[in-house]
């Protein structure tokens, strides 16, 4: 057999390739003559052919065939062998194959070679690739290398130590005597990989870390070969740009740092020597800057005194001011950090953060926008948001999002009054409009309403807003909600403080329109848009025909929504006209429950709503119950219907305010379409004619429940108007002596399902079959999916309370097909 | 520091050091990934990003890339000097390394490499040190392959092989020991040629001025710091 190409000519050669299949076939005639070399046991080439492997490793092609042959050549008794088998080793092994394992008793053997650098490059790869069984194996050997001579032995086996502390913590104890030579030695190499192993193990253990600060004196060790190093005149070896061993130095402050965290002895002992190197170190290089940062980080980690602080402080503040983007970037990253510990410290330097929100590097932006949030406060609340709007204004799109909910908040917790709270969010959703996440127009819109004597300004300057652009959806949507909440006071003009501009009907009703019939317009804004054009109808005096015909086009909108509640509006006005003014009034107020969980706010909004007059820890309790329900469901969020007895005939109002633009787009996604049926009989029947019509459909009655006397039927009927649409009447009957008192039903359907459970007949059963309660579910199956069902029976039954839970899984499938 | 990657200017990996463990296909993804945001990055960015869960600190030296992923409470500027190190240990190696030189003895750069850090932590800062033992090594490995096949042969070596440096470079035969400039490497290797497992890279090609190419020196040399001026009169 020829001998294989030479390294350097295959490397040529595959760079020589055109296109990236002859680079491919370049590498397969060579892998394949590879693999025949390997297969003859080669001893002569086989380091130059894993060198091979090991370059198309890193081009990305396969190589694993060539671990064996890594272990064959560390095995091997030349030093080039050695070499390229580690080299080998550490690039194409990992840890996590067991072939690695095969390597432990050459590292052995090679730990204890006459030859440094076989030591070393055995070292070298446990310190890189070792396992945890590696280094169990082998944390003897490499404890007793930590006391060599040889000081180039003596470093890599402290690195190597730190490898086998991080991968098996409890070996820690057994490199802890050695420590103390080698934080004292002399060799810089040895002594950075000592202060290297010493921190690795204080953040292992806290109990190291007391037994390095009071029983070995280690600060006092640190701080004087700190000094050594700052006060030692040049020396070329360790130099770079004028200071001496940066690299040392650095670690050094990273060790005292984790020894002074508070411990108020050790920070005492270090004090000085930080404030010497936080004064004397030369700044116009970079290397400069790393060791003064890493001081700050020091100083302001352990319990130094206030004037060090200071210093540190004022050490990133001239970090903000310099050239170097680099710099710039850690001070606003310490800032940041430090800014919860030392709020006035960093303060001071405000003007200057605000200044880097114009840099050009966007990381250094998103820090400085960070910063201004952490740092927006009571007092400079006015200042701070004209700079960060100024700023929203003009950022990348990318800041926009995250800039906005930030004002949000900022404005929320400091707002000086809620004019201003009000200006500063419609000015947000005016710029970056269609940035800002989905829950502020709620927020906004609870924030509004509440503002009784600002509500005709909010409405002109909104009205304004979309009369210039309708295209910013949120702002839209929350204009359109208040033009049709508050349409009385926009045309009446009354606002003291500025000229009203005069506005006419139509023109409110043009700008409604126009969003309405606008392709921009987003689904939900459409039906925020519908809901105030109706809210208008009784708002406006001489309008009303021509809402009318706005609303009665879109009972045959494409979108079930939209549809839904252009016909129910339309009806309003025919047959229930005389309950029209009570049903349009303005929402109540609504209550404020917090902006942290934007979920749990609008669906505790809804519950509230919906219970009406309802106490309000009845309700709490029946949410309670209905989350049991949905824990017992495999889906994440089922739709869950509440008996709707007690909100049946209150006030009006309050019942078409459920339909009302603020709730819609949680009652979509929750499935929670309440309050229509009582109010709009858009196709329902009354129960009874259900079931005269329940034969004619043909699908057969089941059972669902028949235990200790109780019985539950289902008798099903589809609408006619909507096949997806299944009507189920269920009757519960009792045979037991005695009745059934306070009986509840509850009910839940898997996601895909919308469930609603109309009030119960009543709430007593009587006994010996003698009576029953029917009550009405609808359940929308729009996906045509099996149907299933739980249902949870509470009741009172000879004075003792009974809950049952069950499932009913046996639907006919003329139900649901 | 968790991993350390170089590449090019065109996203070719050039050198890739991993002191995390990881599968060879998530090595691959994030080395890739990583690439691609550090090579979208504009020359006025900062030379820092949080990516991930990583904190990456990059710089580019002519054509080439240098890319450290860094624990979270590693001091950024001073891995910026790390990498600055490492370059001049590569550049002291080689004699004006330019990415060809990478490229044709990625081994050694990985042997310099694992010289100056091992497990992610700094093991000598001291450049002489370093390099001092990458030439040891290889001067080990050069008289080996000599030594074994019967070019030179003195027997007491066998039993004293440590010493083997001492005798050689004592008895003149081994010029090539110190190696202060490319052309000095470049002679000797030529002499030992034959004698090696690995031959040394092709003679360069003359310099291209263009930054992009691989042959552009990574560090430039020390410029005189007074740049002419420019005028500003008004030529009128």
Not at chain 1, 239 to 252: A, E, K, M, R, Y
Not at chain 1, 361 to 383: E, H, Q, T, Y
Request: with cysteine.
């Amino acid at each position: 057999m020829p001998a294989p190409v030479r390294l350097r000519e295959l490397i040529r050669t595959i760079r020589a390739a055109r296109t990236q299949a002859e680079e491919r076939d370049v590498i397969q005639k060579e892998c394949a003559l590879i693999r025949s070399s390997f297969r003859e046991e080669d001893n002569t080439y086989r380091c130059r052919n894993v060198a091979k492997l090991i370059y198309m490793h890193m081009l990305g092609y396969p190589a694993h065939f060539g671990q064996l042959e890594c272990l064959k050549l560390i095995a091997s008794q030349r030093f080039t062998d050695k070499r390229i088998g580690y080299l080998g080793a550490m690039l194409l092994l990992d840890e996590r194959q067991d072939v690695h394992l095969l390597m432990t008793n050459c590292l052995k053997n090679d730990l204890n070679h006459s030859t440094q650098f076989v030591q070393g490059l055995s070292l070298c790869t446990l310190g890189c690739m070792g396992s945890s069984d590696m280094c169990r194996d082998l944390a003897g050997e490499v404890e007793k290398l930590l006391k060599n001579s040889n000081s180039y032995i003596r470093k890599k086996a402290a690195l190597a130590a730190v490898h086998v502390i991080r991968k098996v913590p409890e070996l820690l104890e057994m490199f802890l005597p050695a420590t103390k030579n080698l934080l004292n030695d002399k060799n810089h190499g040895v002594l950075h990989a000592a202060v290297v192993l010493v921190i690795e193990m204080c953040k292992h253990s806290p109990d190291t870390h007391t037994y390095f600060r009071k029983n070995e004196k280690v600060v006092p060790q640190l701080v004087k070969s700190l000094k050594n190093l700052i006060m030692s005149g040049y020396s070329p070896e360790h130099d770079v740009s004028g200071i001496s061993d940066p690299f040392l130095q650095v670690q050094i402050l990273r060790l005292l740092r984790m020894l002074g965290k508070s411990d108020d002895e050790a920070s005492e002992q270090m004090n000085d020597i930080l404030a010497q190197v936080a004064t004397n170190t030369e700044t116009s290089k970079n290397v400069g800057n790393a060791i003064l940062y890493e001081t700050v980080l020091t100083v302001m980690d352990i319990k130094s005194e206030s004037g060090l602080r200071v210093l540190a402080v004022n050490i990133l503040g001239r970090f903000l001011l310099n050239n170097d983007k680099n710099i710039r970037y850690v001070a606003l990253t310490s800032l940041l950090k430090m800014v919860q510990t030392d709020h006035n410290a960093v303060q001071r330097h405000r003007s200057t953060i605000v200044d880097c929100l114009t840099d050009l590097d966007v990381s250094i932006k998103r820090r400085a926008m960070d910063l201004c949030f952490a740092l927006v406060n009571g007092s400079n609340v006015r200042g701070m948001m004209k700079e960060l709007l100024y700023f929203l204004d003009h950022c990348d799109p990318e800041f926009k999002a995250d800039c906005a909910s930030g004002i949000f908040l900022a404005a929320e917790k400091y707002a000086p009054n809620k004019r201003w709270h009000i200006d500063t969010i419609m000015r947000v959703l005016t710029t970056a409009g269609s940035y800002v996440r989905d829950d502020s127009v709620p927020l906004l819109i609870q924030l509004i309403s509440n503002a009784n004597s600002l509500h005709a300004y909010i409405v002109q300057k909104l009205h304004q807003a979309i009369r210039v652009d309708i295209s910013q959806q949120p702002l839209v949507q929350v204009a359109v909600w208040c033009v049709g909440e508050y349409g009385d006071l926009l045309l009446s003009g009354e606002f003291e403080e500025e000229t009203p501009v005069q506005v006419t009907e139509d023109e409110v009703l043009d700008v409604l329109e126009k969003i309405l019939h606008s392709s921009l317009s987003a689904l939900s804004t459409r039906e925020y848009a519908l809901t105030a054009i109706m809210k208008l109808s009784t708002r406006l005096q001489s309008s009303t025909n021509r809402i009318r015909k706005a609303v009665s086009i879109y009972g045959s909108s494409l979108d079930v929504e939209l549809q839904q509640r252009a016909v129910e509006y339309s009806a309003l006005f025919m047959r229930f006209d005389h309950m029209r003014p009570a049903l349009l009034e303005r929402m109540p107020l609504i209550q404020k429950t917090g902006t942290n969980g934007p979920m749990n706010a609008t669906i505790h909004g809804d519950e509230k709503e919906e219970g009406g007059n309802l106490p309000v820890q009845e309700q709490l309790s029946q949410q309670a119950q209905v989350n049991n329900l949905l824990d017992l469901l495999d889906d994440s969020k089922p739709t869950v219907s509440l008996p709707e007895a007690s909100k049946v005939h209150q006030a009006r109002g309050e019942l078409l305010d459920l339909l009302d633009g603020l709730n819609m787009p949680d009652l979509q996604s929750s499935g929670l379409s309440a309050g229509q049926p009582q109010l709009l009989p858009d196709g329902i029947a009354p129960p009874s004619f259900q079931n005269a019509s329940n034969s004619k459909q043909g699908i057969p009655s089941i059972t669902a429940f028949n235990q200790n006397g109780l019985k539950i039927e289902f008798s099903f009927e589809r609408s006619k108007a909507n096949p997806n649409m299944l009507f189920i009447t269920l009757c519960a009957s009792n045979s037991t002596e005695i009745d059934m008192s306070n009986f509840v039903l509850q009910a839940a359907v898997p996601k895909s399902f919308q469930l609603q459970l109309m009030s119960p007949s009543g709430s007593i059963i009587p006994a010996k079959n003698s009576g029953a309660i029917t009550q009405l579910m609808r359940v929308l199956n729009s996906q045509k999916q099996p149907l299933r069902m739980r249902l949870k029976l509470m009741y009172n039954h000879k004075e003792v309370p009974f809950e049952v839970m069950t499932d009913v899984n046996e639907f006919p499938t003329q139900a649901w097909e | 520091m968790r991993f350390m990657l170089l590449f090019s200017r065109q996203g070719k990996l050039r050198l890739q050091k991993w002191y995390i463990a990881m599968s060879e296909r998530e090595k691959k993804k994030l080395g890739r990934e990583l690439m691609q945001i550090v090579l979208g990055r504009k020359p006025k960015m900062c030379s820092f990003l949080e990516w991930k869960d990583l904190k990456v600190v990059y710089k580019r030296y002519a054509s080439l890339y240098f890319c450290c992923a860094i624990e979270d409470q590693d001091n950024e500027l001073l891995t910026l000097e790390l990498i600055h190190r490492y370059v001049e240990l590569l550049d002291k190696y080689f004699g004006s390394v330019c990415e060809l030189d990478i490229i044709f003895n990625f081994e050694k750069a990985y042997f310099i490499l694992d010289e100056f850090i091992m497990g992610g932590e700094i093991q000598d800062t001291s450049k002489k040190n370093v390099l001092k033992a990458i030439e040891q090594a290889d001067l080990m490995q050069e008289v080996r392959s000599v030594v074994e096949r019967g070019f030179i042969y003195l027997p007491h070596m066998r039993r004293h092989s440590e010493n083997i440096f001492a005798n050689i470079i004592s008895a003149g035969t081994a010029i090539f020991w110190r190696r202060r400039s490319k052309s000095k490497v470049r002679w000797a290797t030529r002499a030992l040629d034959d004698l090696k497992e690995f031959p040394p890279g092709p003679p360069l090609p003359s310099p291209r001025p263009a930054i992009l190419c691989p042959v552009g020196r990574l560090l430039q040399p020390n410029l005189s710091p007074a740049r002419p001026r420019v005028g500003r009169g008004n030529p009128t």
